[in-house]
Protein backbone atom coordinates (compact mmCIF):
# COMPACT_ATOMS: atom_id res chain seq x y z
CA UNK A 1 0.00 0.00 0.00
CA UNK A 2 2.90 2.46 0.72
CA UNK A 3 4.19 1.54 -2.83
CA UNK A 4 0.69 2.50 -4.27
CA UNK A 5 0.36 5.61 -2.31
CA UNK A 6 3.14 7.04 -4.21
CA UNK A 7 1.99 6.14 -7.46
CA UNK A 8 0.81 8.34 -10.59
CA UNK A 9 -2.60 9.18 -10.92
CA UNK A 10 -5.49 11.33 -12.73
CA UNK A 11 -8.68 12.37 -11.09
CA UNK A 12 -10.80 13.74 -13.87
CA UNK A 13 -8.70 16.24 -15.84
CA UNK A 14 -6.19 16.45 -13.22
CA UNK A 15 -2.92 14.85 -13.67
CA UNK A 16 -1.82 13.75 -10.32
CA UNK A 17 1.90 12.99 -9.02
CA UNK A 18 1.08 10.88 -6.04
CA UNK A 19 -1.89 10.27 -4.15
CA UNK A 20 -2.04 12.44 -1.13
CA UNK A 21 -4.22 14.94 -0.90
CA UNK A 22 -5.07 17.80 1.51
CA UNK A 23 -8.40 18.05 2.92
CA UNK A 24 -10.30 21.39 3.20
CA UNK A 25 -9.94 23.04 6.59
CA UNK A 26 -11.50 26.29 7.31
CA UNK A 27 -8.80 29.17 8.14
CA UNK A 28 -10.76 32.25 8.37
CA UNK A 29 -7.86 34.52 6.96
CA UNK A 30 -10.08 36.08 4.37
CA UNK A 31 -11.33 40.03 4.59
CA UNK A 32 -14.36 40.91 5.70
CA UNK A 33 -15.63 41.07 2.33
CA UNK A 34 -14.35 37.29 1.69
CA UNK A 35 -11.52 37.89 0.11
CA UNK A 36 -8.31 35.99 -0.06
CA UNK A 37 -5.72 37.86 1.15
CA UNK A 38 -2.09 37.23 0.91
CA UNK A 39 -1.59 34.98 3.93
CA UNK A 40 -4.25 32.35 2.35
CA UNK A 41 -1.57 32.53 -0.95
CA UNK A 42 1.58 32.16 1.52
CA UNK A 43 -0.78 29.32 3.64
CA UNK A 44 -1.56 26.77 0.47
CA UNK A 45 1.96 27.54 -1.31
CA UNK A 46 3.32 26.23 1.50
CA UNK A 47 1.90 22.96 1.03
CA UNK A 48 1.65 22.59 -2.65
CA UNK A 49 3.94 19.37 -2.08
CA UNK A 50 0.60 17.70 -2.05
CA UNK A 51 -0.69 16.28 -4.98
CA UNK A 52 -3.90 17.84 -4.73
CA UNK A 53 -4.90 21.17 -1.96
CA UNK A 54 -8.53 21.14 -1.53
CA UNK A 55 -9.32 24.53 -0.31
CA UNK A 56 -11.42 25.51 2.99
CA UNK A 57 -14.84 25.93 2.56
CA UNK A 58 -15.88 29.51 -0.06
CA UNK A 59 -19.34 30.47 -0.25
CA UNK A 60 -20.94 30.87 -3.29
CA UNK A 61 -23.15 33.76 -2.38
CA UNK A 62 -23.42 36.16 0.43
CA UNK A 63 -26.13 33.94 2.05
CA UNK A 64 -24.06 30.79 2.12
CA UNK A 65 -21.46 32.37 4.24
CA UNK A 66 -21.84 30.84 8.06
CA UNK A 67 -18.42 32.18 9.55
CA UNK A 68 -16.46 35.27 9.83
CA UNK A 69 -14.00 36.22 7.33
CA UNK A 70 -14.25 33.13 5.44
CA UNK A 71 -13.18 33.43 1.56
CA UNK A 72 -16.27 33.84 -1.12
CA UNK A 73 -15.89 33.07 -5.20
CA UNK A 74 -18.61 35.19 -6.58
CA UNK A 75 -17.55 38.98 -6.98
CA UNK A 76 -14.87 40.38 -9.50
CA UNK A 77 -12.50 41.03 -6.15
CA UNK A 78 -13.23 37.32 -4.88
CA UNK A 79 -11.41 36.23 -7.99
CA UNK A 80 -8.64 38.65 -7.72
CA UNK A 81 -7.66 37.52 -4.29
CA UNK A 82 -8.03 33.74 -5.49
CA UNK A 83 -5.75 34.29 -8.51
CA UNK A 84 -3.02 35.33 -6.02
CA UNK A 85 -3.55 32.09 -4.12
CA UNK A 86 -3.60 29.94 -7.35
CA UNK A 87 -0.58 31.38 -9.20
CA UNK A 88 1.40 30.87 -5.70
CA UNK A 89 0.54 27.28 -5.46
CA UNK A 90 1.20 26.89 -9.37
CA UNK A 91 4.71 28.52 -8.86
CA UNK A 92 5.41 25.56 -6.52
CA UNK A 93 4.16 22.88 -8.74
CA UNK A 94 0.91 21.73 -7.13
CA UNK A 95 -2.48 21.78 -8.14
CA UNK A 96 -5.74 23.29 -6.31
CA UNK A 97 -10.04 23.31 -6.48
CA UNK A 98 -11.57 25.25 -4.68
CA UNK A 99 -14.32 23.71 -2.09
CA UNK A 100 -18.19 25.55 -2.80
CA UNK A 101 -19.89 25.23 0.33
CA UNK A 102 -23.39 26.73 1.17
CA UNK A 103 -23.77 26.04 4.88
CA UNK A 104 -27.93 27.16 4.74
CA UNK A 105 -28.89 26.89 8.38
CA UNK A 106 -25.50 26.62 9.85
CA UNK A 107 -25.28 30.38 9.89
CA UNK A 108 -26.00 33.59 12.00
CA UNK A 109 -27.09 36.75 10.78
CA UNK A 110 -23.53 38.10 12.43
CA UNK A 111 -21.52 36.40 9.85
CA UNK A 112 -23.11 37.50 6.78
CA UNK A 113 -22.39 41.05 5.24
CA UNK A 114 -26.19 41.59 4.90
CA UNK A 115 -26.71 40.23 7.54
CA UNK A 116 -30.05 38.96 7.12
CA UNK A 117 -31.33 35.38 7.90
CA UNK A 118 -30.21 31.73 7.46
CA UNK A 119 -31.86 30.01 4.39
CA UNK A 120 -32.81 25.93 4.53
CA UNK A 121 -34.81 24.05 2.58
CA UNK A 122 -37.37 24.14 5.62
CA UNK A 123 -37.99 26.84 8.71
CA UNK A 124 -36.14 24.01 11.29
CA UNK A 125 -34.23 25.19 13.75
CA UNK A 126 -30.85 23.75 14.25
CA UNK A 127 -29.60 22.62 17.15
CA UNK A 128 -26.66 24.15 19.06
CA UNK A 129 -24.38 27.17 18.74
CA UNK A 130 -22.22 28.84 16.39
CA UNK A 131 -18.87 31.00 16.77
CA UNK A 132 -19.63 34.82 15.53
CA UNK A 133 -17.77 38.57 16.28
CA UNK A 134 -19.06 38.63 19.61
CA UNK A 135 -18.65 34.93 20.77
CA UNK A 136 -20.81 31.80 20.82
CA UNK A 137 -24.26 32.33 19.84
CA UNK A 138 -27.23 29.85 18.94
CA UNK A 139 -28.28 29.77 15.57
CA UNK A 140 -31.65 31.19 14.72
CA UNK A 141 -34.23 29.56 12.58
CA UNK A 142 -34.26 29.84 9.52
CA UNK A 143 -36.19 30.92 6.72
CA UNK A 144 -37.54 28.70 3.90
CA UNK A 145 -36.34 28.33 0.20
CA UNK A 146 -39.38 29.41 -2.12
CA UNK A 147 -39.02 27.00 -5.00
CA UNK A 148 -37.48 29.89 -7.32
CA UNK A 149 -35.13 30.46 -4.67
CA UNK A 150 -33.95 27.03 -5.04
CA UNK A 151 -33.05 27.66 -8.58
CA UNK A 152 -31.69 30.63 -8.57
CA UNK A 153 -29.23 28.75 -5.46
CA UNK A 154 -28.62 26.66 -8.07
CA UNK A 155 -27.90 29.09 -10.10
CA UNK A 156 -25.32 30.68 -7.37
CA UNK A 157 -22.99 27.33 -7.55
CA UNK A 158 -22.82 27.69 -11.19
CA UNK A 159 -21.55 31.15 -11.04
CA UNK A 160 -19.28 30.33 -8.38
CA UNK A 161 -18.20 26.99 -10.30
CA UNK A 162 -17.64 29.67 -13.64
CA UNK A 163 -15.92 32.41 -11.02
CA UNK A 164 -13.13 29.53 -9.85
CA UNK A 165 -12.36 28.35 -13.05
CA UNK A 166 -11.41 31.97 -13.81
CA UNK A 167 -9.44 32.68 -10.41
CA UNK A 168 -6.77 29.84 -12.32
CA UNK A 169 -8.42 26.74 -10.07
CA UNK A 170 -7.92 23.50 -11.50
CA UNK A 171 -11.27 22.63 -10.61
CA UNK A 172 -14.55 23.06 -7.61
CA UNK A 173 -15.72 20.60 -5.01
CA UNK A 174 -19.58 20.79 -3.81
CA UNK A 175 -19.91 20.06 -0.62
CA UNK A 176 -22.55 17.72 0.41
CA UNK A 177 -21.83 16.78 3.62
CA UNK A 178 -21.53 18.05 7.32
CA UNK A 179 -25.20 19.23 7.26
CA UNK A 180 -24.85 22.39 5.06
CA UNK A 181 -27.49 22.73 2.74
CA UNK A 182 -27.02 20.22 -0.16
CA UNK A 183 -26.82 17.85 3.12
CA UNK A 184 -29.98 19.31 4.40
CA UNK A 185 -31.76 18.79 1.07
CA UNK A 186 -31.25 14.97 1.83
CA UNK A 187 -32.23 14.46 5.57
CA UNK A 188 -35.58 13.70 6.34
CA UNK A 189 -36.09 15.58 9.27
CA UNK A 190 -34.45 19.23 7.66
CA UNK A 191 -36.32 18.86 4.29
CA UNK A 192 -39.77 18.52 4.99
CA UNK A 193 -40.86 20.27 2.21
CA UNK A 194 -43.86 19.15 -0.12
CA UNK A 195 -42.84 20.24 -3.72
CA UNK A 196 -40.24 18.84 -5.93
CA UNK A 197 -37.49 19.54 -3.60
CA UNK A 198 -39.18 16.80 -0.49
CA UNK A 199 -40.78 13.79 0.09
CA UNK A 200 -39.48 10.70 -2.29
CA UNK A 201 -35.91 9.90 -2.68
CA UNK A 202 -35.96 11.65 -6.28
CA UNK A 203 -37.35 15.06 -5.13
CA UNK A 204 -34.98 14.70 -1.63
CA UNK A 205 -31.62 14.39 -4.33
CA UNK A 206 -33.03 17.08 -6.58
CA UNK A 207 -30.96 19.42 -5.51
CA UNK A 208 -28.05 18.22 -5.78
CA UNK A 209 -28.31 16.68 -8.97
CA UNK A 210 -28.88 20.09 -10.27
CA UNK A 211 -26.00 21.14 -8.66
CA UNK A 212 -23.72 18.81 -9.88
CA UNK A 213 -25.39 19.42 -13.26
CA UNK A 214 -24.85 22.68 -13.41
CA UNK A 215 -21.46 23.08 -11.97
CA UNK A 216 -20.65 20.39 -14.52
CA UNK A 217 -22.37 21.91 -17.74
CA UNK A 218 -20.35 24.69 -16.77
CA UNK A 219 -16.75 23.90 -16.56
CA UNK A 220 -16.97 20.20 -17.37
CA UNK A 221 -17.80 16.99 -15.32
CA UNK A 222 -13.85 16.06 -15.40
CA UNK A 223 -13.14 19.07 -13.44
CA UNK A 224 -16.26 18.86 -10.46
CA UNK A 225 -16.15 17.16 -7.66
CA UNK A 226 -18.76 16.26 -4.60
CA UNK A 227 -18.13 15.38 -1.44
CA UNK A 228 -20.43 13.34 0.46
CA UNK A 229 -20.42 11.67 4.16
CA UNK A 230 -23.38 8.83 4.45
CA UNK A 231 -24.02 7.84 7.89
CA UNK A 232 -22.09 10.14 9.69
CA UNK A 233 -23.12 10.27 12.99
CA UNK A 234 -21.41 14.06 13.97
CA UNK A 235 -23.87 16.48 11.64
CA UNK A 236 -24.07 20.10 12.32
CA UNK A 237 -27.86 21.16 13.78
CA UNK A 238 -28.90 17.82 14.65
CA UNK A 239 -28.96 16.85 11.22
CA UNK A 240 -30.17 12.33 11.36
CA UNK A 241 -30.29 10.50 8.41
CA UNK A 242 -33.58 7.77 8.24
CA UNK A 243 -32.33 5.85 5.04
CA UNK A 244 -28.92 6.08 4.27
CA UNK A 245 -28.35 2.37 2.62
CA UNK A 246 -31.36 3.75 0.79
CA UNK A 247 -30.63 7.34 -0.04
CA UNK A 248 -27.30 7.73 -1.77
CA UNK A 249 -26.81 4.55 -3.66
CA UNK A 250 -29.95 6.43 -5.57
CA UNK A 251 -28.19 9.68 -5.45
CA UNK A 252 -24.63 7.99 -6.77
CA UNK A 253 -26.54 6.53 -9.59
CA UNK A 254 -28.01 9.65 -10.53
CA UNK A 255 -24.93 11.33 -10.32
CA UNK A 256 -23.03 8.60 -12.61
CA UNK A 257 -22.89 10.08 -16.26
CA UNK A 258 -24.90 8.38 -18.09
CA UNK A 259 -23.66 5.18 -20.22
CA UNK A 260 -24.09 4.95 -23.59
CA UNK A 261 -26.52 2.79 -25.07
CA UNK A 262 -25.70 -0.19 -27.40
CA UNK A 263 -27.72 -0.93 -30.05
CA UNK A 264 -29.96 -4.01 -29.20
CA UNK A 265 -28.90 -7.72 -30.99
CA UNK A 266 -31.17 -8.10 -33.90
CA UNK A 267 -32.84 -11.35 -33.78
CA UNK A 268 -31.55 -13.79 -36.47
CA UNK A 269 -34.46 -15.37 -38.36
CA UNK A 270 -34.55 -17.80 -41.15
CA UNK A 271 -35.82 -17.59 -44.38
CA UNK A 272 -39.66 -18.04 -44.61
CA UNK A 273 -40.20 -18.04 -40.82
CA UNK A 274 -42.66 -15.08 -39.40
CA UNK A 275 -41.18 -11.75 -38.80
CA UNK A 276 -38.40 -12.33 -41.37
CA UNK A 277 -37.56 -9.17 -43.14
CA UNK A 278 -35.98 -9.45 -46.71
CA UNK A 279 -32.56 -7.97 -48.01
CA UNK A 280 -33.74 -4.98 -50.04
CA UNK A 281 -32.38 -4.30 -53.51
CA UNK A 282 -32.06 -2.13 -56.37
CA UNK A 283 -35.12 -2.71 -59.08
CA UNK A 284 -33.03 -3.43 -61.88
CA UNK A 285 -30.51 -6.14 -59.73
CA UNK A 286 -32.00 -9.56 -59.09
CA UNK A 287 -31.81 -11.30 -56.17
CA UNK A 288 -29.47 -13.54 -55.80
CA UNK A 289 -30.02 -17.21 -53.92
CA UNK A 290 -27.85 -18.05 -51.37
CA UNK A 291 -25.15 -20.19 -52.03
CA UNK A 292 -25.04 -22.75 -49.78
CA UNK A 293 -22.66 -25.79 -50.02
CA UNK A 294 -23.81 -27.44 -47.16
CA UNK A 295 -27.58 -27.52 -45.87
CA UNK A 296 -26.31 -27.18 -42.30
CA UNK A 297 -24.22 -24.70 -40.92
CA UNK A 298 -21.76 -26.43 -39.47
CA UNK A 299 -21.87 -29.28 -42.01
CA UNK A 300 -18.89 -27.72 -44.14
CA UNK A 301 -17.04 -26.82 -41.20
CA UNK A 302 -17.00 -30.81 -40.03
CA UNK A 303 -15.80 -32.02 -43.49
CA UNK A 304 -12.99 -29.46 -43.42
CA UNK A 305 -11.82 -30.42 -40.16
CA UNK A 306 -12.37 -33.93 -41.27
CA UNK A 307 -9.95 -33.38 -44.54
CA UNK A 308 -7.45 -31.52 -42.38
CA UNK A 309 -6.84 -34.31 -39.80
CA UNK A 310 -5.82 -36.45 -42.62
CA UNK A 311 -3.28 -33.87 -44.18
CA UNK A 312 -0.25 -32.58 -42.78
CA UNK A 313 1.09 -29.00 -42.77
CA UNK A 314 4.13 -29.63 -44.84
CA UNK A 315 4.30 -33.46 -44.87
CA UNK A 316 2.98 -36.05 -47.54
CA UNK A 317 -0.93 -36.22 -48.12
CA UNK A 318 -2.79 -39.00 -45.80
CA UNK A 319 -4.92 -41.64 -47.25
CA UNK A 320 -8.74 -40.59 -46.14
CA UNK A 321 -10.59 -42.54 -43.71
CA UNK A 322 -12.04 -45.90 -45.65
CA UNK A 323 -9.61 -45.96 -48.40
CA UNK A 324 -7.15 -49.73 -48.46
CA UNK A 325 -3.92 -48.77 -46.16
CA UNK A 326 -1.29 -50.96 -47.85
CA UNK A 327 1.47 -52.75 -46.15
CA UNK A 328 4.24 -55.23 -46.16
CA UNK A 329 4.35 -58.90 -46.21
CA UNK A 330 5.79 -59.92 -43.08
CA UNK A 331 6.88 -64.10 -41.91
CA UNK A 332 3.85 -63.20 -39.43
CA UNK A 333 1.61 -61.65 -41.94
CA UNK A 334 2.04 -62.91 -45.33
CA UNK A 335 -1.47 -61.39 -46.63
CA UNK A 336 -2.24 -57.46 -46.47
CA UNK A 337 -4.14 -56.42 -43.50
CA UNK A 338 -6.47 -54.12 -45.98
CA UNK A 339 -9.53 -55.92 -45.48
CA UNK A 340 -9.82 -53.57 -41.65
CA UNK A 341 -10.80 -50.44 -42.41
CA UNK A 342 -10.99 -47.46 -40.38
CA UNK A 343 -13.58 -45.14 -40.02
CA UNK A 344 -13.27 -42.82 -37.08
CA UNK A 345 -11.57 -44.64 -35.04
CA UNK A 346 -13.77 -47.42 -35.15
CA UNK A 347 -13.08 -50.88 -36.52
CA UNK A 348 -15.39 -52.85 -38.68
CA UNK A 349 -16.24 -56.20 -39.95
CA UNK A 350 -14.92 -57.40 -42.73
CA UNK A 351 -17.45 -58.32 -45.87
CA UNK A 352 -19.05 -61.92 -45.68
CA UNK A 353 -18.13 -64.73 -47.33
CA UNK A 354 -20.19 -65.11 -50.20
CA UNK A 355 -20.50 -68.65 -50.34
CA UNK A 356 -19.99 -71.74 -48.21
CA UNK A 357 -18.50 -74.49 -49.81
CA UNK A 358 -17.54 -76.63 -46.74
CA UNK A 359 -18.92 -76.35 -43.36
CA UNK A 360 -17.53 -77.31 -40.22
CA UNK A 361 -16.99 -80.11 -38.28
CA UNK A 362 -20.38 -81.05 -36.40
CA UNK A 363 -18.53 -80.65 -33.07
CA UNK A 364 -19.15 -77.89 -30.00
CA UNK A 365 -18.81 -74.76 -30.81
CA UNK A 366 -17.50 -72.22 -27.94
CA UNK A 367 -18.61 -68.65 -28.86
CA UNK A 368 -18.54 -65.16 -27.29
CA UNK A 369 -22.49 -64.30 -26.66
CA UNK A 370 -24.02 -61.66 -25.40
CA UNK A 371 -23.22 -62.51 -21.81
CA UNK A 372 -20.06 -64.15 -22.16
CA UNK A 373 -18.16 -67.45 -23.54
CA UNK A 374 -20.63 -69.81 -24.14
CA UNK A 375 -20.68 -73.41 -25.60
CA UNK A 376 -23.34 -74.72 -28.31
CA UNK A 377 -24.01 -78.65 -28.52
CA UNK A 378 -24.10 -79.95 -32.30
CA UNK A 379 -28.10 -80.56 -33.48
CA UNK A 380 -29.18 -77.93 -31.44
CA UNK A 381 -30.89 -74.62 -32.71
CA UNK A 382 -28.68 -72.44 -31.16
CA UNK A 383 -24.98 -75.10 -32.71
CA UNK A 384 -26.69 -73.65 -35.89
CA UNK A 385 -26.63 -70.15 -34.98
CA UNK A 386 -23.46 -70.11 -33.47
CA UNK A 387 -22.22 -72.37 -36.61
CA UNK A 388 -23.69 -69.16 -39.00
CA UNK A 389 -22.03 -66.37 -36.42
CA UNK A 390 -18.42 -68.19 -37.03
CA UNK A 391 -18.44 -68.40 -40.24
CA UNK A 392 -19.53 -64.36 -40.63
CA UNK A 393 -17.42 -63.00 -38.22
CA UNK A 394 -13.60 -62.73 -39.00
CA UNK A 395 -11.26 -61.67 -35.47
CA UNK A 396 -8.30 -60.12 -37.26
CA UNK A 397 -7.46 -58.67 -34.06
CA UNK A 398 -6.24 -61.96 -32.70
CA UNK A 399 -5.58 -63.99 -35.54
CA UNK A 400 -3.18 -62.75 -38.42
CA UNK A 401 -5.21 -62.26 -41.69
CA UNK A 402 -3.32 -65.52 -42.88
CA UNK A 403 -4.84 -67.55 -40.12
CA UNK A 404 -8.48 -65.94 -42.07
CA UNK A 405 -10.38 -69.31 -43.59
CA UNK A 406 -13.49 -66.72 -44.90
CA UNK A 407 -10.95 -64.78 -46.92
CA UNK A 408 -12.82 -63.45 -50.26
CA UNK A 409 -9.76 -63.81 -52.31
CA UNK A 410 -8.37 -66.86 -52.34
CA UNK A 411 -8.35 -70.61 -51.13
CA UNK A 412 -6.47 -70.68 -48.15
CA UNK A 413 -3.42 -73.69 -47.55
CA UNK A 414 -2.52 -74.73 -43.86
CA UNK A 415 1.23 -74.48 -43.48
CA UNK A 416 2.81 -78.00 -43.10
CA UNK A 417 4.21 -76.70 -39.74
CA UNK A 418 0.51 -75.96 -38.28
CA UNK A 419 -1.68 -78.66 -37.58
CA UNK A 420 -5.26 -78.56 -38.52
CA UNK A 421 -6.72 -77.47 -34.71
CA UNK A 422 -4.24 -74.79 -34.61
CA UNK A 423 -5.04 -73.19 -37.70
CA UNK A 424 -9.03 -72.97 -36.76
CA UNK A 425 -9.43 -73.64 -32.96
CA UNK A 426 -12.95 -74.53 -32.02
CA UNK A 427 -14.11 -74.40 -36.19
CA UNK A 428 -13.44 -77.76 -37.70
CA UNK A 429 -12.04 -77.80 -41.25
CA UNK A 430 -10.90 -74.31 -42.94
CA UNK A 431 -13.93 -73.00 -44.83
CA UNK A 432 -13.31 -72.25 -48.60
CA UNK A 433 -14.76 -69.64 -50.20
CA UNK A 434 -15.95 -69.69 -53.70
CA UNK A 435 -16.89 -66.90 -55.92
CA UNK A 436 -20.62 -66.24 -57.82
CA UNK A 437 -22.60 -68.52 -55.42
CA UNK A 438 -25.71 -67.33 -54.27
CA UNK A 439 -27.21 -66.85 -50.35
CA UNK A 440 -29.39 -69.85 -51.13
CA UNK A 441 -26.77 -71.88 -51.32
CA UNK A 442 -25.41 -70.85 -47.86
CA UNK A 443 -28.46 -70.89 -46.26
CA UNK A 444 -28.52 -74.33 -47.73
CA UNK A 445 -25.03 -75.64 -46.50
CA UNK A 446 -25.76 -74.28 -42.96
CA UNK A 447 -28.88 -75.82 -42.78
CA UNK A 448 -27.02 -79.41 -43.42
CA UNK A 449 -24.76 -78.43 -40.66
CA UNK A 450 -27.81 -77.65 -38.09
CA UNK A 451 -29.36 -81.04 -39.42
CA UNK A 452 -26.00 -83.35 -38.77
CA UNK A 453 -25.74 -85.15 -36.36
Given at each position: ?L??????????????P????M?PL??????P??VPT????????Q????ALI????TQP?A?GQ?Y?????????????GW????D????A??RI?????????ISHP??T???R?P???????PA??T???S???E??EPR?L??????AT?D??R?AA?AA?A??A???E???A????VH??????????T?Q???S??NRI????E???A??DEI???R?G???S??????L???T?????????H?V?AL?PP??R?PAP??????G??????RAV??H????P?RH??RH????H???H?????????G????RP????TCRR????????H?????????H??P?P??L????????IS????????T???????H?L?????CR??T???RP??L?P?????T???????T?????P??G?????T??????R???????V??S?
Amino acid sequence: MLDSLWTPTVAGKISLPHRLAMAPLTRSRATPDGVPTELNAEYYAQRASHALIITEGTQPSADGQGYPVTPGIYTDEHIAGWRKVTDAVHKADGRIVIQLMHVGRISHPENTPHHRQPVAPSAIKPAGQTFTGSGMQEMPEPRALSTEEVAATVDDFRRAAAAAIAAGADGVEIHGANGYLVHQFLATNTNQRTDQYGGSLDNRIRFAVEVATAVADEIGADRTGIRLSPGNPFQLGDLTEDDPHELYPHLVRALAPPRPRLPAPRPRRRRGTPGHTARAVAPHAAPQPRRHRHRHPRQGHRQRHRRRRHRGLNGPRQPRPGRARTCRRTPEHPRPRHLLRRWRGRLHRLPRPRSLTQAPAPEAISFLGRFGVRTAQPGSGEHALATRAVCRRVTTRSRPAALNPHSPHRTWTRPPSMTEDEATPGMGTPIEPTRGSSPKREKDAIGEVSDSP
